[in-house]
Structure formats: C-alpha cells, structure tokens
C-alpha cells in the first residue's frame, strides 16, 4: 500500500503560547488569531467570505503520539479512556479540528475567532461547515 503524504498548507498564528493558555475546546474560545495560508494554497480561499464558519484540520506538532490511554480533560476521577473515545491532542495521528469564525480575510490570511489552538501549529486542511 503507498504511503500517505501529508501536506501542511499554512500555519496559525495566535496569542496562545502555552497548553495551559489553551481553551479546553474551541467552543469555548473566543480568541482571535490569523490562518497564513501558504501562497502555492492561496487560490483554494477562493469563496471563503466574513461571517462564514469554517472547519480547519490542524497537525498538533507538539502532540504526544505514543499514548493509548488518557484521563478525558486530564480528570482521573473519570478513569482512563481509549484516546479514539476521547477530544485528547494525544494519539498516533494527532489531527485536530476546530469550527472557526471568518473575521477578514487578507490575501492570502484569514483572520479568525475561536482559536484553541497553540501559536504556530501547523494546518493540513480547511472546510466549509455543513449547514442543518
């Protein structure tokens, strides 16, 4: 079987440095950063428009990837889960996903709200939400 090839389209840029900074869930964030998408990417913005909410799929590059089991949001009383039964960053593909606001956009950057993600982590795809 060939091997996937991963490519990372642009990069975040927020004001959250730390993982103890980090929203639990982008839902609960009201944080504003920016999507830099990589200039060769740019065209694949086309009609992304403010007010709009996108999906982005984020490569959690600090991510643990050797880890099978976890505490669900660090909590023991709750007993240890199966990383694919849980939100964890921690697990053997750490791909994450965060529904964003559309601010603005600028070229090829999209300004964003809702970020939970760290400053600098890397973005493998991007979305339209799908409307109920």
Not at 85 to 101: D, F, G, K, Q, Y
């Amino acid at each position: 079987m060939e091997r996937p090839h991963l490519h990372i389209i642009g990069v975040l840029h927020g004001d959250i440095t730390s993982l103890e900074d980090a929203p639990k869930n982008y839902d609960d964030s009201q944080r504003v950063g920016i999507l830099e998408i990589f200039p060769q990417y740019q065209e694949g913005l086309d009609g992304i428009v403010p007010g709009q909410t996108i999906v982005v799929l984020f490569w959690l590059h600090q991510a643990t990837r050797d880890i099978l089991k976890v505490y669900p949001r660090g909590d023991r009383s709750r007993g240890l889960r199966g990383v694919f039964a849980t939100r964890s960053p921690v697990r053997p593909n750490p791909i994450a996903l965060s529904e964003l606001e559309v601010r603005a956009l600028h070229g090829n950057c999209v300004e964003v709200s809702g970020l939970d993600m760290l400053d600098g982590t890397p973005i493998i795809d991007i979305k339209k939400k799908i409307s109920r």
